[in-house]
């Protein structure tokens, strides 16, 4: 009989930058890319083909509380100022014992969006604030 495996959590993750872990992130999104499709016809063919065409990545979404550090506000800020400032990206999923089971490596990223917290006089939610990366490329591994 096969031993049973179970699938990874969502919640066991950290996210290093240029191979430095930087603060907890509550949420990371856009894992994710895809291909486009090319369609032609040859000559007298009835029917279209189909060949792959430009690879796309997406845009990555990491969300984490403020706190007093403000290195991904100022690595966009470099951004903004036209600094090229791209750095490598890893995203690690971990296991339940926090052994690194799965990598992303998001390769010649840059920050291309920073949002701050939504501030509330009655709310009592952690300050969140947001970096969407842009990235030309994505691998997977598993470790």
Same mark, same amino acid.
């Given at each position: 009989?096969?031993?049973?495996?179970?699938?990874?959590?969502?919640?066991?993750?950290?996210?290093?930058?240029?191979?430095?872990?930087?603060?907890?992130?509550?949420?990371?999104?856009?894992?994710?890319?895809?291909?486009?499709?090319?369609?032609?016809?040859?000559?007298?063919?009835?029917?279209?083909? @189909?060949?792959?065409?430009?690879? #796309?990545?997406?845009? $990555?979404? !990491?969300?984490?509380?403020?706190?007093?550090?403000? &290195? *991904?506000?100022?690595?966009?800020?470099?951004?903004? @100022?036209?600094?090229?400032?791209? #750095?490598?990206?890893? $995203?690690? !999923?971990?296991?339940?014992?926090?052994?690194?089971? &799965? *990598?992303?490596?998001?390769?010649?990223?840059?920050?291309?969006?920073?949002?701050?917290?939504?501030?509330?006089?009655?709310?009592?939610?952690?300050?969140?604030?947001?970096?969407?990366?842009?990235?030309?490329?994505?691998?997977?591994?598993?470790?």
């Amino acid at each position: 009989m096969a031993a049973r495996v179970d699938p990874y959590k969502n919640f066991n993750f950290r996210v290093e930058i240029d191979g430095i872990t930087v603060a907890g992130f509550s949420e990371c999104s856009g894992l994710e890319s895809e291909v486009a499709v090319i369609e032609y016809r040859e000559g007298a063919d009835i029917s279209v083909r @189909k060949l792959p065409g430009l690879a #796309k990545f997406g845009d $990555v979404t !990491l969300k984490r509380g403020i706190t007093k550090s403000s &290195v *991904l506000q100022d690595w966009h800020r470099n951004i903004l @100022k036209g600094v090229p400032d791209r #750095k490598d990206v890893a $995203v690690i !999923l971990m296991d339940d014992e926090k052994n690194p089971v &799965v *990598l992303w490596r998001l390769s010649h990223t840059f920050p291309r969006k920073w949002q701050g917290p939504t501030l509330r006089g009655a709310g009592n939610e952690v300050a969140i604030e947001t970096l969407e990366l842009c990235c030309e490329g994505l691998e997977r591994e598993t470790l």
